[in-house]
C-alpha cells in the first residue's frame, strides 16, 4: 500500500520522466473531471538537494497546470466529441517552475506547493500563476497501491505506480484563466507514476514489449474506491492488481483475470487516425477477479459510461467517465498501440 513518503520526489531514482496528478470529481456532475498535473521531465540523480536533467543543486525544471475535462453529449468544436470542450472558454492553464529534492511528501516550489499534514493526515495544494491557481485541502484520505508492473521489455523501464490518496474529501477552489471552481465537497485523488521509459520501450521494441493498458480508479458513495489497471503485453496478456480501499483498510490482489463485455463501437476525437484505422471499440463492462492463489478473494465489475476516445496516430485511447456502484464515479482508460491493433488484425 502507498503511503505520503512515496511521494517525495527523492523516491523516484530512476532519471526518468516523473508525473504526478490530482483528479477532482464532483459527485453531482460525473461527467466532469479536473485534473491538477505536474511533471518533471528526464531528472537526473534524484537525492536531496539535487534536481534537473543534470542532477544540479539548483534545482529542477518542472511544470504544473489544470486541465477541465467536460463530457458533452453533443460535439463542441473544434472536437467531434465530448472529451473536451471550450464552451467556458480556455479549458486549461499550464506553467513552467524550479523544485529541489527535499525528501519530504508531495513537493514545493515559487509557484505551486503539496504538503502533507502528519497530524492532521490531511493534504495542501497551493498554485498560483497568471494562467491557473489551486488552493484546496484533502481530508480523510484512503490510500492505494505501490508497485511495479513488469511488462516483459527492459526492466530497467517496468511501469511504477504509487497512488497516496486514491479517495479522499476536497475543499477549496481551483481557477482556469479567470474562472473560479468551488471544488468542496468533491473527492480528490492523488498519485505519482513512471511510465514514460516504458512507453518508450513499447516504441522502440515492439516486438518485445508492451501493447497497451486498462486503468479505473472509481471513488464510491462510502468513501472507499475500487480500482483495477495493468499492461496489455505483446502476446495479449494483461498483468496487473485489483484494489479494494476503504476508510478500515486496503486489499490489493497482485494478480487479476479479465473478462471484458460486448464491445462498442467509440466516437474518435478528431477522427481515426491510428493504422489500421478501424473504430476503436469499448466494452459495456470489465469483469475483474483475483486470481488463485492471491490472498482476498474478490470481484468487481466496471462500467465505462461514454463510448469517446482519442487517436493518435500511434494509439488509441479512452478517458471516459466509469462507475461500479450506484452513486460511484470514475475514470476509465482503455489503450491499445497501434502495432498491436494491426497484429490482432493480421492474426
Not at 280 to 309: L, N
Not at 321 to 327: A, D, E, F, L
Request: hydrophobic letters at 35%; proline letters at 8%; glycine letters at 14%.
Amino acid at each position: 500500500m502507498a503511503t505520503p513518503a512515496d511521494s517525495a520526489l527523492t523516491r523516484n531514482k530512476f532519471g526518468d520522466v516523473g508525473i504526478s496528478w490530482w483528479w477532482l470529481k464532483d459527485p453531482a456532475n460525473p461527467q466532469r473531471m479536473i485534473v491538477v498535473l505536474e511533471g518533471e521531465p528526464f531528472w537526473g540523480d534524484r537525492s536531496t538537494g539535487r534536481g534537473g536533467v543534470f542532477g544540479g543543486k539548483q534545482g529542477g525544471l518542472f511544470g504544473w497546470g489544470i486541465l477541465q475535462l467536460s463530457y458533452e453529449l453533443q460535439p463542441q468544436f473544434p472536437f467531434t466529441n465530448g472529451i473536451v470542450t471550450f464552451k467556458k472558454g480556455l479549458p486549461a492553464g499550464l506553467w513552467p517552475d524550479v523544485a529541489t529534492m527535499d525528501d519530504q511528501p508531495g513537493m514545493r516550489s515559487n509557484t505551486y506547493n503539496i504538503d502533507y499534514n502528519s497530524r492532521a493526515n490531511s493534504w495542501r495544494v497551493k498554485g498560483q500563476t497568471p494562467l491557473a491557481a489551486a488552493d484546496f485541502t484533502a481530508t480523510d484520505p484512503v490510500a492505494g497501491p505501490h508497485g511495479l508492473i513488469k511488462v516483459g521489455g527492459d526492466p530497467g523501464t517496468d511501469s511504477l505506480m504509487d497512488e497516496i490518496v486514491l479517495n479522499s474529501r476536497a475543499a477549496g477552489s481551483v481557477t482556469i484563466a479567470g474562472r473560479r471552481i468551488d471544488v468542496t465537497g468533491w473527492r480528490a485523488g492523488y498519485w505519482r507514476m513512471r511510465m514514460f521509459g516504458s512507453l518508450a520501450d513499447s516504441l522502440l521494441n515492439p516486438t518485445r514489449s508492451w501493447g497497451g493498458w486498462e486503468y479505473a480508479p472509481v471513488m464510491e458513495p462510502d468513501g472507499g474506491a475500487s480500482e483495477f489497471y495493468g499492461i496489455m503485453n505483446n502476446s495479449g496478456r494483461y498483468s496487473g492488481p485489483l484494489i479494494d480501499a476503504r476508510p478500515s483498510g486496503t486489499r490489493i490482489c497482485s494478480k487479476t483475470t479479465l473478462d471484458f463485455g460486448p464491445y462498442r463501437p467509440g466516437r474518435p476525437l478528431l477522427g481515426e487516425l491510428t493504422p489500421p484505422f478501424a473504430v476503436h471499440t469499448i466494452p459495456e463492462w470489465i469483469k475483474v477477479r483475483c486470481a488463485p492463489g492471491q490472498p482476498f478473494s474478490m470481484e468487481k465489475t466496471f462500467y465505462p459510461d461514454s463510448t469517446d476516445y482519442g487517436s493518435a496516430g500511434i494509439l488509441d485511447g479512452t478517458e471516459m467517465p466509469v462507475h461500479t456502484v450506484p452513486g460511484s464515479f470514475g475514470t476509465y482508460e482503455h489503450f491499445r498501440w497501434g502495432y498491436y491493433k494491426l497484429k490482432a488484425v493480421g492474426s
